[in-house]
């Protein structure tokens, strides 16, 4: 008994020296090398806003796709850095002292961090950027451009874009074109055109990379590039007008559809083909009273059910109490050009009536321009319209009245340069850049809004 019990002994004096002589070996441990930010993040910014920061690895470099409002400055100079995911350690400044994410920084100019691995060996710096924009994403901004070398000589003039080209019809024989690869500057030159006879300049529209024209005779022509013109099988029509196109649309099967209005017996009634087929569809109910019949102009947006629709303005031959915009309808499964639909709006709301009014479906609002050029018309679903924003107003000049007392506040007025300049032609690119050209002087100007110009 006693033999057993003294080898019970001798067992746990081994284990005790083996285990002594494990822990005093020199065997050594392996210490992470990791030393990369896994994830980061700032501060809210504003209303409690929180902006996604990109990390690449590759180029060590944090920063924000999305920008930072414009003013936000004054909130990032002082702020914190409330994510920061790393296996070691970090640090920052000329002597690397260890970094505290409880201490605000300065994110105005970008920022170097120092992680540090587990290992005590490897080191990677990472810098870190704030972006943030410079430009006030909402406002229209305004340049005056190159005049045309000469004014249009009488009538209206028509502005188009056609395959990345600004043309400017005065006449019916010459034209200016310019290219709009370089926006900030234009190089115009003079083109001979061959319009048809009687071709109504008012009339051209531009759609799936074609021009189409009607004349006073009720015929109609088409162009590839603007300058000669080949005659359309009308298939009888007297054309009054085109209207527009309503593009291709996967959703409900439509394929690229022209529309217009052509004339029979003192009655106006739609049409409407695939630009692809030669067969006209023919509307069989005469046109409401009150569409627009002159000056059209037209925008395409897709409405709540994800499908397009076009969207006309233009004069009318009657007096009217409000500008109406027409939509394009149809059924289920298609939009056949035949049907239109005003969204008078018999409110408070409604569009005044102007003269030569345009419509645009502009950074996901409708907007309309037009009559003395005092005031931008805005609406979200083309129903109920009210006075832009004022950071969405035509190029001003302002007007400063000092108070007639002392303590008397200045009245501030912002004057348009556009007010009463009469007859124009406007154009949108695929750059989001609005096109006006001026009948009296044939001035030029280009806006943007400058959220539509960021990458």
């Given at each position: 008994?006693r033999i057993?019990?003294?080898?019970?002994?001798?067992s746990?004096?081994?284990m005790?020296?083996?285990?002594?002589?494990?822990?005093?070996?020199?065997?050594?441990?392996?210490?992470?090398?990791?030393?990369?930010?896994?994830?980061?993040?700032?501060?809210?910014?504003?209303?409690?806003?929180?902006?996604?920061?990109?990390i690449?690895q590759?180029?060590?470099?944090?920063?924000?796709?999305?920008s930072l409002?414009?003013?936000?400055?004054t909130?990032?100079?002082?702020?914190?850095?409330d994510?920061?995911?790393?296996?070691?350690?970090?640090t920052?400044?000329?002597?690397?002292t260890?970094?505290n994410?409880?201490?605000?920084?300065?994110?105005?100019?970008?920022?170097?961090?120092?992680v540090?691995?587990?290992?005590?060996?490897?080191?990677?710096?990472?810098?870190?950027?704030?972006?943030v924009?410079?430009?006030?994403?909402?406002?229209?901004?305004?340049?005056?451009?190159?005049?045309?070398?000469?004014?249009?000589?009488?009538?209206?003039?028509?502005?188009?874009?056609?395959?990345?080209?600004?043309?400017?019809?005065?006449?019916?024989?010459?034209a200016?074109?310019?290219?709009?690869?370089?926006?900030?500057?234009l190089?115009?030159?003079?083109?001979?055109?061959?319009?048809?006879?009687?071709?109504?300049?008012?009339s051209?529209v531009?759609?799936?990379?074609?021009?189409?024209?009607?004349?006073?005779?009720?015929?109609?022509?088409?162009s590839d590039?603007?300058?000669?013109?080949?005659?359309?099988?009308?298939?009888?029509?007297?054309?009054?007008?085109?209207?527009?196109?309503?593009?291709?649309?996967?959703?409900i099967?439509?394929?690229?559809?022209?529309t217009?209005?052509?004339?029979?017996?003192?009655?106006?009634?739609?049409?409407?083909?695939?630009t692809?087929?030669?067969?006209?569809?023919?509307g069989?109910e005469?046109?409401?009273?009150?569409?627009?019949l002159?000056?059209?102009?037209?925008?395409?947006?897709?409405n709540?059910?994800g499908?397009?629709?076009?969207?006309?303005?233009?004069?009318?031959?009657?007096?009217?109490?409000?500008t109406?915009?027409?939509?394009?309808?149809?059924?289920p499964?298609?939009?056949d050009?035949?049907?239109?639909?005003g969204?008078s709006?018999?409110?408070?709301?409604?569009?005044?009536?102007?003269?030569?009014?345009?419509?645009?479906?502009?950074?996901?609002?409708?907007?309309?321009?037009?009559?003395?050029?005092?005031i931008?018309r805005?609406s979200?679903?083309?129903?109920?319209?009210?006075?832009?924003a004022?950071?969405?107003?035509?190029?001003?000049?302002?007007?400063?009245?000092?108070g007639?007392?002392?303590?008397?506040?200045d009245t501030i007025?912002?004057?348009?340069?556009?007010?009463?300049?009469?007859?124009?032609?406007?154009?949108?690119?695929?750059?989001?850049?609005?096109?006006?050209?001026?009948?009296?002087d044939g001035?030029?100007?280009?806006?943007?809004?400058n959220?539509?110009?960021?990458?």
């Open positions: 008994m057993k019990f003294l080898s019970v002994i001798l746990f004096l081994l005790s020296i083996a285990i002594s002589s494990c822990l005093d070996s020199d065997d050594n441990y392996e210490y992470s090398s990791d030393a990369t930010i896994r994830a980061f993040g700032i501060d809210t910014i504003g209303k409690g806003i929180y902006y996604k920061f990109t690449d590759l180029k060590r470099e944090i920063y924000n796709v999305d409002p414009v003013g936000s400055d909130i990032i100079d002082k702020i914190l850095i994510t920061l995911s790393v296996t070691g350690w970090v920052s400044g000329l002597n690397d260890l970094f994410t409880s201490d605000s920084v300065d994110l105005r100019e970008p920022i170097k961090l120092k540090h691995a587990a290992d005590g060996v490897t080191v990677r710096e990472y810098t870190i950027k704030v972006n924009h410079k430009q006030d994403p909402d406002s229209l901004i305004w340049r005056e451009m190159a005049a045309l070398p000469a004014s249009p000589v009488s009538g209206k003039q028509k502005s188009v874009i056609l395959k990345g080209e600004l043309f400017v019809y005065t006449s019916s024989t010459t200016y074109r310019s290219s709009l690869s370089t926006p900030a500057s190089q115009w030159s003079l083109i001979n055109v061959e319009l048809p006879e009687g071709a109504k300049l008012n051209i531009s759609f799936n990379d074609q021009l189409f024209i009607t004349t006073t005779s009720g015929e109609a022509f088409y590039n603007g300058i000669s013109w080949t005659q359309m099988d009308m298939q009888g029509m007297q054309m009054v007008t085109f209207l527009g196109g309503i593009p291709e649309d996967k959703i099967g439509n394929k690229n559809i022209l217009g209005i052509f004339t029979k017996e003192g009655a106006n009634y739609f049409c409407a083909k695939d692809k087929e030669a067969t006209w569809r023919k069989e005469v046109i409401p009273a009150g569409f627009p002159e000056d059209i102009y037209s925008t395409v947006f897709t709540a059910s499908i397009k629709q076009t969207v006309i303005v233009g004069n009318t031959e009657t007096t009217v109490e409000e109406v915009p027409w939509f394009t309808m149809g059924g499964t298609t939009m050009g035949l049907t239109w639909t969204m709006t018999p409110t408070d709301f409604s569009c005044p009536a102007m003269k030569n009014p345009s419509i645009m479906y502009y950074g996901g609002l409708f907007y309309m321009m037009g009559g003395d050029f005092n931008i805005t979200r679903v083309g129903i109920e319209w009210n006075e832009a004022t950071k969405f107003r035509y190029p001003t000049e302002i007007k400063v009245t000092p007639e007392k002392e303590d008397d506040k007025e912002y004057i348009s340069l556009f007010k009463d300049k009469g007859d124009y032609s406007l154009a949108i690119d695929t750059k989001h850049y609005i096109w006006i050209v001026w009948n009296s001035s030029v100007w280009r806006g943007r809004q959220k539509l110009g960021f990458k």
